[in-house]
Structures are given as C-alpha cells and as structure tokens.
C-alpha cells in the first residue's frame, strides 16, 4: 500500500478520522495537521487498516 493510501481503511474509520479532524480543525489546527492527527488517532485506537489474514486468535 502506498503512503498516505486510505484504501485499506473500514467505512467506519474513514468517518471517524472525518469527525476527528473536524474537531482539530476547530481548535485551530491547519487542515493537514488535523488530517495527520485524525489518521494517528483512527490508527492508535483500531491498530491501523484492514489487515488481511487476522490474527492466529482469531483461526481457532
């Protein structure tokens, strides 16, 4: 996946980072570091993208 390619990205965490960055941008923030700081969130909470494969937990 290239940088910066949000296509592995749920519906859900597409919306969430949407909803974040709204609110930086409200509390001042340029549009792309509260883009930055949206993605870094989603990222933080849900572990990144759709990963495929899952993990071995998730198999038994």
Known sequence: MARGDK???T???K???E???EG???RGSSKKEAEHR???T???ESGGG???GGSVHDKH
Request: no cysteine.
């Open 7 to 9: 296509g592995s990205y």
């Open 11 to 13: 519906d859900k965490q």
């Open 15 to 17: 919306r969430q980072a």
């Open 19 to 21: 909803h974040i960055e």
């Open 24 to 26: 930086y941008e409200k």
């Open 38 to 40: 949206a993605w870094a």
């Open 42 to 44: 989603v990222n933080k």
């Open 50 to 52: 759709n990963k495929k």
